[in-house]
């Protein structure tokens, strides 16, 4: 499967910003999917996680309460909405899918280009 990220930007603290991770390719609907984010100088961290069937999503302390994963298996879109954006947000933000069903980035076969977020504040 073929991943392609998009959906960031500029913003301000405390604005919000949907993030768009569209498949191309098969078995989009069986895989777990996450985002993950880089930012400068920092390694790779995980933000969230969606099952396959989306009934079950997973995130990192941070950003519990603020961010939100979704998916539509139809449409081989994931999304990663996110609210009360903090300038520690800034980062260059990852879509991923692969068999497993946890938080490593070694558990994700397939990445997209990534997006910039960068939050000012």
């Known amino acids: 499967v073929q991943l392609q990220a998009s959906g960031g930007g500029l913003v301000q603290a405390g604005g919000s910003l949907r993030l768009s991770c569209t498949a191309s390719g098969h078995s989009f609907s069986s895989y777990t999917l996450g985002w993950f984010r880089q930012a400068p100088g920092k390694e790779r961290e995980f933000v969230g996680g969606?099952?396959?069937?989306?009934?079950?999503?997973f995130y990192t302390d941070s950003v519990k309460g603020r961010f939100t994963i979704s998916r539509d298996n139809a449409k081989k879109v994931v999304y990663l909405d996110l609210n009360s954006l903090k300038h520690e947000d800034t980062a260059v933000y990852y879509c991923?899918?692969?068999w497993g069903s946890g938080t490593a980035s070694n558990e994700y076969d397939h990445w997209g280009q990534g997006t910039q977020v960068t939050v000012s504040s």
């Open positions: 969606i099952r396959w069937n989306g009934d079950s999503t």
């Open positions: 991923a899918a692969g």
